[in-house]
């Protein structure tokens, strides 16, 4: 099982996974806010070429301005949404300032 690590903070957005990686059976994700105040997360699948000119990417929430509570964890699994990402790249942000999420990826 491959761990990825991430931390976002302050308007960020950042792509967590290509849509080459592979996912394992069981993959789960957690969401720690480690900040004093709510945080909103957005985590969604982008089409892979959205780079391409004439681009006609796709995007898929999964979850889109999620507030998550101060001191909170959110833990996502399978049974949560699909981890099979094959041609899509997936995306998190946090959606304002003075956020602080920390997010673990088992896949």
Do not use: C, H
């Not at 059976?25 to 806010?33: E, K, L, Y």
């Not at 889109?64 to 949560?80: E, P, S, V, Y």
């Amino acid at each position: 099982m491959k761990t990825l690590n991430y931390n976002l903070t302050n308007d960020t957005t950042i792509k967590a996974m290509n849509a080459v990686d592979s996912v394992g059976s069981d993959p789960i994700m957690t969401v720690a806010n480690r900040a004093a105040n709510q945080a909103e997360f957005t985590l969604y699948y982008q089409s892979e070429d959205y780079a391409k000119a004439g681009n006609t990417s796709k995007i898929y929430y999964i979850l889109n301005k999620f507030l998550i509570d101060a001191g909170r964890t959110l833990t996502l699994d399978k049974t949560d949404f699909g981890f099979g990402n094959e041609g899509y790249d997936l995306w998190m942000s946090v959606d304002a300032a003075n956020q602080e999420l920390d997010v673990i990826i088992n896949i």
